[in-house]
């Protein structure tokens, strides 16, 4: 990048802002109103910027280029026409920069677009979840629009007819209706074959995060290409299988060969600029797992005038390779508390039908240490909560603990984060890490809580549909609070608890001869993790979604306790009461699962979203079996879906009922209970009958984020924020220039 700011904008630097002309309204010429039909959340950061030191800004600048590097892998990993669609918003954006200043107003006067199409295409980015959603526009005003330039009328045709069919109408296994990135080619894959492919992957030691297979024919030949992600390219690098009749599995490197180098190059400029070696060697191994290329001195090596810049040589073979950069989260968690976190790689499988190969998430973020000092504060009595919950009721052994949870609760490193730049399909509140099992067993893990992203729980503009218009005041002053600590448990105490029955080569980790006695059955357990076996093995596609499903549980069980919510600084005397945010906690679920509808795909009768599908089935458990503490109120003719919570009966009937569904989840957890597991959750995440029609009801919208973006003038680290509007959100994406 050069100097990373735009004169042509009118903009002002001061106080190291850039400052710009508020969006224009296309009628009438005023600030623009149109975030009022789809509230949006800025993810405000300058606090936090100002906070850290030239270095750190320097650091978190270069790391944020890299994590947005990932934007077009995402893309690329949702759908074949994303890519190019993203082109012809941006090339939209710059086009309206260049011709009309940056006014949407008067480019859709020049090109006779209806003010309500133009404000339709500003709104491109509202989709939900894994579902596909039309444009609210007419395709003649869309190919209008295209006409501002030729680039635009380039790439046109190659968008229209995908954004406007309505199939495939959500992400899954390749179909009519649904489809997957993951699973390019020319022939849909089944999961059979994925299955198989992944087999073969895991005995040549090939990881699938960073995967995707293409089903193809070369003559009769059906051939099965595993492309890995690497910068690397250079055609087959290795046949896993030629024998077998289903067909012909090579891997192939070099996917997203070009966002990767991107992705490499920021992670070089960053390093000189690490507050210690852990940093630098995390950082090392990421760009040794993706990139392992001698490179040429940089053009930014200018910049560092003071400090010497040591140029390494890069081991040609490991391009690509996961162990490396498991080491590098090994690294990692070791380095504890830092001013500017990150979160880089292939981590999360949410999106992937088989639940194995992972989105790439790109997450850079800075250190609030005063909220920080809070979440140290719940980690140091964490023992005494988790003796609270109900799978450690009428067991005295293990410190009152139970057979079913650690001897020893391993305290995590646990801050408070506000996001500079947060690359993914989802801003998530909390985050987990990292997801290997072995490496959380052997070094432990992170937890972290994007503050800035939990501060939108309290915009007042947020859209509260499902909540009595008498109540929705009361709903948004304690919204933020509630669900903060809601998030808080459920990474702390719902992704840190447990404790897995297993037997490895004849060696039990409890008393084979005088097992356990299970709480659901009153009797010994019958079933436990067998050699070899895992939780995400045994579970398969259930695994993820009861995971959340548990952790979520965990946070809600323990939101009445007023022990913990004064750790927080609310008792019964405070400005937010205690007794309150439990309250609206309940409400919360209902609204919750009441959202997660718009996640479920009725032609496929398929969750798209492991999230939604947990608030679901924690909604229809809290109906089934809180005897009426709670209820939906709905009205068809109005559209209208209200949650109703008996604030006297939370404790008795509402508490009742998450304890006794989080100890089933909990014990076919424990025990690999999966045959059990799968009849009770299905079941219970089941969306027929009048869940149809809340479903039709529903239509919320999802509230996207507008993020910040920083620019380099001469050694200086400007922030720049964005109006939480849609043209905010376009111009911050247009900003980036990926």
């Known amino acids: 990048d050069s100097v990373y700011i735009h004169q042509d904008y009118g903009s002002v630097i001061s106080n190291n802002r850039i400052h710009f002309p508020d969006p224009i ?36 600048h270069y790391l944020a280029r890299a994590a947005w590097s990932g934007t077009r892998i995402i893309l690329c990993q949702v759908s074949p026409e994303a890519n190019s669609i993203f082109d012809f918003i941006m090339e939209i954006a710059r086009s309206c920069q260049e011709q009309f200043s940056g006014i949407w107003n008067e480019l859709a006067a020049a090109l006779k677009v209806p003010e309500a199409d133009m404000e339709s295409f500003l709104l491109l980015g509202k989709g939900s979840g894994d579902q596909k959603f039309l444009p609210d526009m007419h395709k003649k005003s869309l190919e209008a629009i295209a006409l501002v330039s030729d680039r635009a009328t380039a790439l046109f045709p190659s968008i229209a007819q995908p954004m406007f069919s309505p199939q495939p109408t959500s992400l899954g296994y390749p179909t009519e209706q649904t489809q997957s990135a993951y699973y390019p080619g020319e022939a849909p894959i089944s999961p059979e074959e994925v299955a198989w492919i992944s087999k073969s992957m895991e005995i040549h030691g090939i990881h699938p995060e960073n995967t995707r297979i ?96 040591v140029r390494r040589r890069w081991v040609n073979s490991s391009t690509g390779n996961l162990e490396i950069y498991k080491d590098s989260q090994k690294t990692w968690i070791r380095d504890t508390s830092p001013s500017v976190e990150n979160i880089l790689g292939f981590v999360e499988p949410y999106r992937d039908p088989f639940g194995s190969r992972a989105e790439f998430e790109g997450v850079v973020a800075i250190a609030d240490r005063k909220e920080s000092a809070v979440l140290t504060t719940l980690v140091e009595h964490s023992s005494n909560f988790i003796k609270q919950l109900p799978w450690t009721e009428d067991f005295s052994d293990n410190d009152g603990k139970g057979p079913f949870e650690k001897a020893l609760f391993e305290p995590p490193d646990f801050t408070s984060i506000h996001a500079l730049a947060y690359c993914s399909s989802i801003v998530f509140g909390g985050i987990n890490l990292p997801n290997y099992n072995d490496i959380r067993q052997e070094c432990g893990f992170k937890n972290v809580i994007i503050s800035n992203r939990m501060s939108a729980e309290s915009n007042e503009n947020d859209i509260s549909p499902f909540v009595h218009a008498s109540e929705v005041t009361t709903f948004r002053k304690h919204k933020y609070h509630a669900y903060y600590i809601w998030v808080v448990l459920h990474e702390l105490l719902g992704h840190g608890t447990g404790r897995m029955m297993t037997e490895e080569n004849g060696r039990f980790n409890f008393d084979s001869e005088n097992p356990p006695y299970n709480p659901l059955t009153k009797a010994p357990i019958n079933s436990w993790y067998q050699s070899g076996q895992t939780w995400t093995g045994v579970f398969g596609d259930l695994a993820t979604t009861v995971d959340e499903y548990r952790a979520e549980f965990v946070g809600a069980y323990l939101m009445d306790n007023m022990e913990l919510l004064a750790l927080f600084g609310y008792t019964s005397s405070s400005e937010v009461k205690a007794q309150d945010l439990t309250y ?124 910040a973006n920083t620019f380099l003038n001469g050694e200086e680290v400007l922030l720049r924020e964005y109006d939480a509007t849609p043209e905010g959100v376009i111009q911050s994406w247009f900003e980036r220039e990926l």
Request: a positive charge.
């Open 584 to 707: 609206n906690m309940y409400v919360q679920l209902g609204v919750d699962g009441l959202r997660g509808l718009q996640n479920f795909n009725i032609d496929g009768g398929k969750w798209g979203q492991a999230h939604s599908r947990a608030h679901f089935a924690m909604l229809k458990c809290l109906l089934r079996d809180g005897h009426g503490f709670m209820t939906i109120h709905c009205n068809s003719e109005a559209d209208e879906l209200k949650v109703s919570v008996d604030r006297s009966r939370i404790h008795s009937d509402g508490k009742k009922a998450l304890g006794g569904m989080l100890l089933r989840l909990h014990m076919y957890r424990c025990t690999a209970d999966i045959g059990n597991c799968r009849q009770y959750y299905e079941h219970l995440s089941k969306v027929h009958g009048q869940y149809l029609e809340w479903r039709r009801i529903v239509l919320a919208q999802k509230q996207p984020n507008v993020q």
């Open 214 to 309: 293409s089903k193809i024919y070369e003559g009769d030949q059906i051939v099965f290409e595993v492309l890995q992600a690497s910068v690397e390219t250079g055609g087959v690098d290795k046949v896993l299988e030629t024998q077998d009749p289903r067909g012909f599995i090579r891997l192939v490197k070099g996917d997203h060969s070009k966002e990767l180098e991107s992705f490499c190059n920021n992670l070089r400029l960053a390093a000189p600029f690490a507050r210690n070696s852990r940093q630098k060697q995390f950082l090392d191994q990421y760009d040794q797992s993706f990139c392992t290329r001698v490179h040429p001195p940089s053009p930014y090596d200018h910049l560092r005038r003071t400090l010497v810049v």
């Open 25 to 60: 309204d296309m009628s009438t010429g005023k600030p623009s109103q149109a975030a009022k039909s789809l509230p949006i959340h800025p993810l405000s950061i300058a606090d936090a910027f100002d906070g850290l030191t030239p270095k750190e800004k320097l650091y978190s």
